[in-house]
Structures are given as structure tokens and as C-alpha cells.
Nanobody, 121 residues
Framework: QVQLVESGGGLVQAGGSLRLSCAAS????????MGWYRQAPGKQRELVAA???????NYADSVKGRFTASRDNAKNTVYLQMNSLKPEDTAVYYC???????????????WGQGTQVTVSS
């Protein structure tokens, strides 16, 4: 079992920045990639950014150049630095992880509880 706890969401004006954190605990040695997903009202949950233990990353086209995922393996924590935020970035952001043995960018096996990000125009 893996537990994921997100923090860092909030309300920000368009053009502003936020940094999300996700701390993992439990069976952390089984974790492969960790990532950030978001779900806006009435929409499906979508990948925002993911990062492997080795630091390889995968970004949604809509956030490339604005968002940066990073990982501190010593702290079992991943971060999402979000710059130049837009109103369309408003969503609940979830941290997720898949397990070793999965395809690198496989959907998560475990999810955090989510944190709200609201970008005002």
C-alpha cells in the first residue's frame, strides 16, 4: 500500500504561480512513476505531468513550458511548479503513482485525495 498526500493548492490570479507537493509513504520502494493529474468540473481526469525515479518526464501539451515536475527521492516527494497559470488550469489536482513492473506511463495504482487549484481571470 502507498499513501499520497498533496499540498499547496489555492487561489491565484491568472499569470501567477503555485507549487504543489505530494509526499509518499508506505511501500515507497514499489513506486515507479509519480505524476499529477487534474479534473475540472464536468471533465475527465487528465494527465498533467509525470516523472520517473530516474527523472524522465511526460507532460500534457497544454502545460509544456509552463509547468515543471520534479522529484526528491530522498524525501519521497514530487513537486509541480506551475507558472503562468490560466483560468483553464482550474481543477482539482491529484497526485498518483504507478508501481514497478508497470509500463512507465501507466495510469496510477494509487491516488492522493486531491487539492483544489483555482485561477481567477
Amino acid at each position: 500500500q502507498v499513501q499520497l498526500v498533496e499540498s499547496g493548492g489555492g487561489l491565484v490570479q491568472a499569470g501567477g504561480s503555485l507549487r504543489l507537493s505530494c509526499a509518499a509513504s508506505g511501500s515507497i520502494f514499489s513506486i515507479n512513476a509519480m505524476g499529477w493529474y487534474r479534473q475540472a468540473p464536468g471533465k475527465q481526469r487528465e494527465l498533467v505531468a509525470a516523472i520517473t525515479i530516474g527523472g524522465s518526464t511526460n507532460y500534457a501539451d497544454s502545460v509544456k513550458g509552463r509547468f515543471t515536475a520534479s522529484r526528491d527521492n530522498a524525501k519521497n516527494t514530487v513537486y509541480l511548479q506551475m507558472n503562468s497559470l490560466k483560468p483553464e488550469d482550474t481543477a482539482v489536482y491529484y497526485c498518483g503513482c504507478n508501481l514497478k513492473g508497470s509500463y512507465t506511463w501507466a495510469p496510477p495504482n494509487y491516488w492522493g485525495q486531491g487539492t483544489q487549484v483555482t485561477v481567477s481571470s
